[in-house]
């Protein structure tokens, strides 16, 4: 267990690029990763709630991360999501992640079930004993059904095990509760979900941000980040402004659950970088829906363009 391992900048929370049969697509997988590092983010976060993991078969995740750290090869560190409702196969995908040379393990509540904050306190210290490799929490109610109260993040951070926290709560109070609760112990690392709240999040102190967005437009979430820290708010500020028009134009094109990845699955596909097929039950736009995402697609990669060229 490596107690200094820390992560911080843009980590984006890789899309899976799959093949029409819903197998992994090796070759884009390749084209992303590569797009993204040369862009100079700091990390790959895989089987994330972007990269579908919940929909994905454990074969084709055990797949994911053999390509993905060997295709990474140590360039940047490589964090694996391990997210499930069973133990066992979050056991596994732990195993591997650390067998294929993965930096750390990331784990969402268990989904479906009702949990009590003592039993998911009770839940993460058995996974952190049970892993090798550092573990991060991930509070994501939206979608794993329970939250991570900040009482139990607070008694699960004195795990030697435990390194942080990625709060995709998308909730100002929870952010700010975060920042004041371990504004005392710098080491333990917080991360933000939600693109919209990064330059927010570096602002209350934490560590970087696991952005979606940068799988498609890395240069714009870097250079927030980098921006940040060299004391240049007005220019992250900007950043943070296109991030937002991004959002706004591109994750909410359709009035659907699933837009946001849609969307983005959409910019990769529009960025020749994969097919941009999703994971059963969700699916791309129709032919309908696609037909007019192209053009805000186009004028939003103008507008990066011209701002990252000034």
């Known amino acids: 267990m490596n107690q200094k391992l820390t992560f911080t900048g843009i980590i984006p ?13 090796s070759f884009s997988l390749e084209k992303i990763l590569n797009h993204v590092i040369d862009a100079g983010v700091h990390g790959v976060f895989i ?3 972007t990269g579908e993991s919940p929909s994905l078969q454990q074969k084709i995740k055990i797949q994911m991360i053999r ?18 409702c069973s133990m066992g196969n979050s056991l596994e995908l732990a195993e591997m992640a650390k067998n294929y040379g993965a930096d750390a393990v990331v784990a969402a509540p268990p989904f479906y079930m009702n ?8 839940y993460y210290r058995d996974l952190a004993n049970r892993t090798e490799l550092p573990l991060l929490l991930y509070n994501i ?6 939250t991570l109260e900040i009482e139990t993040v ?25 920042s004041e609760t371990f504004r005392p112990h710098t080491d333990f690392i ?15 102190g934490f560590s970087g941000g696991v952005s979606g967005g940068a799988n498609a437009f890395p240069e714009v979430y870097v250079k927030c980040y980098e921006s940040f820290i060299q004391g240049k708010k007005e220019e992250a500020q900007e950043y943070q402004n296109l991030i937002w028009e991004i959002s706004q134009e591109l994750y909410h094109h359709v009035s659907h659950p699933s837009s946001y990845l849609k969307g983005l699955k959409e910019c990769i596909k529009l960025s020749h970088l994969s097919g941009g097929i999703l994971s059963p039950p969700q699916r791309s736009f129709t032919e309908e829906e696609r037909q007019t995402f192209p053009k805000k697609f186009e004028r939003i990669k103008s507008k990066i363009h011209k701002f990252l060229e000034e």
Not at 13 to 24: A, E, R, S
Not at 141 to 146: E, F, G, I, L
Not at 155 to 161: D, F, V, W
């Open 190 to 204: 917080l991360l933000i979900g939600p693109e919209e709240r990064l330059f927010e999040a570096l602002q209350h």
């Open 47 to 49: 089987l994330g709630t």
């Open 141 to 146: 109610p939206s979608h794993a059904k329970t």
């Open 154 to 178: 607070q008694r699960l951070s004195s795990h030697p095990n435990i390194l942080g926290v990625k709060d995709s709560t998308d909730s100002k109070e929870y952010l700010s509760q975060l």
């Open 115 to 122: 949990i009590s904050q003592e039993d998911l306190e009770m």
């Open 67 to 84: 390509e993905t750290c060997k295709l990474v090869n140590h360039r940047v560190p490589v964090l694996v999501g391990i997210t499930d």
């Open 13 to 25: 929370p890789l899309v899976t690029p799959l093949l029409p049969d819903f197998t992994l697509d």
